[in-house]
Every structure is written in structure tokens, then in C-alpha cells.
């Protein structure tokens, strides 16, 4: 979007209301920050963290600012939510205009035309060329809830299968479907029964063909879980939190077969993996996968709360009348959000900009990984792309997790103006999850300091 090529009338280039440029004028944290956190400390649950306590009072494109007037290059983008960058001017003109109009009347008392459109947009671009339907609700783990909710109607089956290294969310159910217990489970159960864990493909790791972890995974449900008790097997196709894992080629087509002969609903969790972020509507795309249900959230309405399940009509169609909704789910305003992010992934050529992300990055990245040896592995799609560190003299052989490099790497890389978000079921990877909107100098930018901060690790 920033093609000079374009004849200057017809060019779309946006116009950013904050220079897309990081600097550093004050320590990090700075003093206002400092301030409003000892603020938020008296009245904010301790159980809510923060990666980067600086507060931010404006964003644009790429770019955070910060109360004390520090700019940010932002390669989290609130995880993967502000995918057509921060306040796109689409999406803003849209939740304005919105607001004028019609702020709440609730879907299931009486309806509005936006959930309707983003249910056409959402059947449009999502995965397979059958009649789809939707239902709209208000984040991730809401949509996963709802996914299941969904499979489980129609099938009248009980158990949930996930894969190894998974995350789906926070609420009681999405909490035993996670990998990890800590943090985002210890001390919080009794959790959801009827859970299983099926091993999944982590090329790096098991050196694993497609076809040899689908065989590996469909092993496991078949004799810990049984395909005739089995609802739905919920697989993130990039794994988000757990280091996004590209899994072999051939394996999700592989159980997607295995699921539609034993009658299994096979859902894609693409809440951190979809809408445009890796060069395709949904990663599921990648490889040849078509989900009978597929979630949205995250990067759905430019940083709206909004979240979707989307799948073949008569799967979605088998709930009573009542069964599904919400209060909030499907929010006008939301809604009207999410229209413009989708003209805003056509008009910006948004799935080409993720594109040209991943070749920036990885050419910046194989060339760190000539110099650096504890880089492991670079992996991902578009603009979900992560670099596993592994301990000196271990990525060819035994692999072990560098957590500390990671952390010292994101401590440093703050410091100096840009923002980077750890993930991994070890803590040991590093993501870069920018908005689309971001250009080739600030992603060169970010790679320069990344580059010294691998320096100064010593
Ligand atoms: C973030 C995320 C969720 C949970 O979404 P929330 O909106 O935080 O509830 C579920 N699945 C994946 C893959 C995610 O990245």
C-alpha cells in the first residue's frame, strides 16, 4: 500500500495520524506510566498482567504511543487483533457512523442488518464452497464454548479432543482444553470433563511426516477417546500461543477425512491464525483444509470485541431456536467494525501485504540464524511468523528450550521501542504478529534492533 508505482490519484495509500517511526524519549517504563501503575495496582486483580507496562494513549498503523511520549513498534498487535493496523480509518469511520445509528438492540430480540452481513461475509470467506451459516458472539473462547456447544447438538456425542501444545481460552471449558497449566489453569479447577489431548505436528521437534503424525493422532482417539463417543477434535491449523507450529504437510486433510468418515466435527480454531493474517483469509487455506466449522475472533473487527463460529449449515442449523446467543454477542457497532475490516483486507490487497511481511521477515531472519545458533527454527505464515531459541550448540540436535534468551530478547527489544510477545509451551519463542499495515522500514527497524539484542546476549 505504500507502492510509489500507483499514480498518485488512484493511489489508497493511508494516511497515518502518528509517524510511523519508534522513539524513545524517557526510561522505560517513563513516569507517567510509572504512575499509573502504582494506580492500577490498588484497584487493578493482580491476576491481570501486563507484558509491557507502559500506558498507551494513542495508536496508529504500526505504532503505540505511550503517555509519556514514547513510540512503539508494535509487532503484538493486542495478539494478532488489529490486523489492518491500529484506528484504520475504515474501521473507525464505520464504528462512528454506527454509533450514531444504533449501539444495542440485541439479535435475538429484534434484528439488524450488519450481524447479517457479516454472516454473508463470513460464508463467503471462509473454507469450503457448501451452504454455511453463523453465529456471532464476543470473543474467542465464547466462539470455542459455542463450537463445541454446536458439535455436541449434533452429533449427541460427548468428548472433545484437542492437540498437544493447543490454546483455546479462559473460561472453564477452554481451560482443560488448553496445554498448558500455568498460568492460565493452576489453582482455577475443577475443570470440564470429557477433554482428551491427542498428540499433534511439530515438525521441528518429532520430524514427524503429515501422514505419520495424522496416523500418530487419530491412534490416540481412537483408543484413549473412541470415534463413536467423539463430538468435535478442535485444531488451531497455525498454533497461536503454543508457538505457531506449522503442522507437516498432508496431516490436518488427513484427519479431516478420518473425522467426516466417523462422523466427528472437525473445527478449525482460527482466532489468532485468521482474517488476513497469514496471506490468506484463514490459514486453513495453507493447507488444503476445509473445516466443517471454522472460529474467528481476534483480528475480526479491527480490535472491536467481536468472534464468529461459521460452518456447514446443517451442523450449525441442529440447535433449538434459543440454544445459541447472547447478550452482547454480535454487537452493531462490532459489526459495522468487521464490514470495513473486510474492505479494508480487499481495498489494501491486505492478504499480498501479509505476503510481503513473511519475505521481509524471513530473509532478515535466515540471516540472524547464520550468526546466532540458539535460533532453532523460523516458522509460519504471512505475519505470524515465530523463531524457536534453543540452548548453544542444540538446534540440530537435542533442542533445548532457551525461555531466558526469549525474555531477555523482549526486555531488550522494549527498551528500545519495540514491542515483541513470547509464546511457546516453554517460553522459548518469539513472534512477530504486526499489523498488515506495517512497512518494510519498520520491520527492517526491528530486525536491526533484534540484531542487537542477540549481541547483547553475549
Ligand atoms: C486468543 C485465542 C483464543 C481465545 O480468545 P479470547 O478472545 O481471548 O477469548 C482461542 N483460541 C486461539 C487460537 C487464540 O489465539
Redesign the pocket.
Known amino acids: 500500500m505504500t507502492d510509489t508505482n500507483i499514480p498518485a490519484e488512484t493511489a489508497t495509500a493511508p494516511v497515518y495520524s502518528v509517524p510511523q517511526e519508534r522513539r524513545i524519549v524517557t526510561a522505560i517504563p517513563g513516569p507517567k506510566s510509572e504512575e499509573l501503575h502504582a494506580r492500577r495496582t490498588k484497584v487493578v486483580s493482580a491476576g491481570v498482567s501486563s507484558a509491557l507496562p507502559v500506558y498507551i494513549e494513542r495508536a496508529n498503523g504500526a505504532i503505540l504511543v505511550d503517555v509519556d511520549g514514547n513510540r512503539f513498534i508494535d509487532f503484538g498487535a493486542g ?2 487483533v488489529t490486523t489492518v493496523g491500529h484506528t484504520e480509518e475504515r474501521v473507525v469511520a464505520a464504528a462512528a457512523s454506527q454509533l450514531q445509528d444504533v449501539i444495542h438492540t440485541l439479535f435475538t430480540i429484534t434484528p439488524y442488518e450488519e450481524y447479517v452481513r457479516v454472516a454473508e461475509l463470513l460464508a463467503k470467506h471462509t473454507p469450503g464452497g457448501w451452504e454455511k451459516r453463523s453465529v456471532l458472539v464476543n ?4 466462539a ?1 464454548e459455542n463450537g463445541v456447544k454446536i458439535a455436541r447438538k449434533h452429533t449427541g456425542r460427548r468428548a472433545v479432543a484437542v492437540l498437544d501444545h493447543a ?4 473460561t472453564n471449558l ?1 481451560m482443560a482444553m488448553n496445554y498448558k497449566a500455568s498460568p492460565y489453569a493452576t489453582g482455577f479447577g475443577p475443570f470440564a470433563g470429557d477433554v482428551y489431548h491427542a498428540p499433534s505436528s511439530y515438525p521441528y521437534r518429532d520430524g514427524l511426516s503429515g501422514q505419520d503424525a495424522a496416523a500418530r493422532t487419530i491412534a490416540y482417539l481412537e483408543k484413549v477417546v473412541g470415534a463413536s463417543d467423539l463430538a468435535c477434535l478442535v485444531v ?1 491449523p497455525i498454533q ?2 503454543g508457538g505457531f507450529m506449522v503442522p507437516a504437510q498432508g496431516y490436518l486433510p488427513i484427519l479431516q477425512q478420518w473425522c467426516t468418515e466417523h462422523g466427528v466435527v472437525m473445527i478449525a ?1 482460527e ?3 485468521g482474517m488476513a493474517r497469514t496471506g490468506r483469509y484463514y490459514a486453513s487455506e495453507h493447507f488444503e483444509w476445509k473445516p466443517d466449522l471454522v ?1 474467528s ?2 483480528g475480526i473487527a479491527g480490535g472491536l470485541p467481536l ?1 464468529a463460529v461459521t460452518g456447514r449449515a446443517e451442523i450449525m442449523d441442529a440447535s433449538q431456536p434459543g440454544g445459541l446467543g447472547g447478550t452482547f454477542g454480535g454487537n452493531p457497532v462490532a459489526c459495522a467494525a468487521a464490514i470495513a475490516v473486510f474492505e479494508s483486507i480487499e481495498e489494501n490487497h491486505l492478504l499480498a501485504e501479509a505476503e510481503r511481511i513473511e519475505q521481509t521477515l524471513r530473509t532478515g531472519l535466515e540471516r540472524l540464524k547464520q550468526r546466532y545458533d540458539i535460533i532453532g527454527d523460523i516458522r509460519g505464515r504471512g505475519a505470524m511468523i515465530a523463531i524457536e531459541l534453543v540452548q548453544p550448540g542444540t538446534a540440530d540436535t537435542t533442542k533445548v528450550p532457551n525461555a531466558e534468551a526469549v525474555s531477555r530478547l523482549v526486555a531488550f527489544a522494549a527498551q528500545h521501542g519495540v514491542l515483541f510477545l513470547s509464546a511457546g509451551t516453554w517460553g522459548n519463542v518469539l513472534r512477530f504478529l504486526p499489523s498488515l499495515a506495517v512497512t518494510d522500514a519498520l520491520l527492517e527497524d526491528g530486525l536491526r534492533v533484534l540484531d542487537d539484542g542477540f549481541a547483547s546476549l553475549g
Open positions: 495478539i494478532g470473543s474467542g473462547a465464547e470455542v490454546y483455546h481460552g479462559r477452554t488451531e497461536g500461543e480454531d482466532i489468532q491464525s472460529l475472533a481476534k468472534a
